[in-house]
């Protein structure tokens, strides 16, 4: 893993880039390609997963926002920030399904 943020796409590519790494010093006898493979399959493992995690956590930071400004909107009268709230609370439960831990 980089400094960056951690990415889905990044990480799937470690991870199976690791596998096929470990599987070639598998077959090879390679035990050094091998060790690295895992290393490797483990860190992209490890990156997807906190990309992830932190793609659920925006939704439900987005979920919080949307009710509330949906219903400061209701309250208020003001129908606009009603919609914008109820967008952004779809928004983030969008992205909390799409992150869902599995």
């Known amino acids: 893993m980089s400094s960056q943020e951690p990415s889905k796409v990044s990480g799937q590519f470690h991870s199976v880039k690791g596998t096929a790494v470990e599987t070639i ?3 090879t006898g390679m035990s050094s390609w091998s060790q690295s493979g895992k290393e490797e399959h483990a860190k992209g ?3 997807y997963n906190a990309a992830q995690a932190q793609g659920y956590v925006e939704g439900v930071s987005d979920r919080v926002t ?3 400004d949906s219903v400061v909107g209701a309250v208020t009268g003001d129908k606009s920030q009603q919609t914008a709230g ?4 779809e928004k983030g439960q969008t992205q909390q399904e799409i992150n ?3």
């Not at 109820?86 to 609370?89: F, I, Y």
Request: proline share 6%.
């Open 25 to 27: 010093g598998d077959v």
């Open 45 to 47: 493992e490890g990156e």
């Open 100 to 102: 869902k831990p599995t």
């Open 66 to 68: 949307g009710y509330k």
């Open 86 to 89: 109820n967008v952004k609370n």
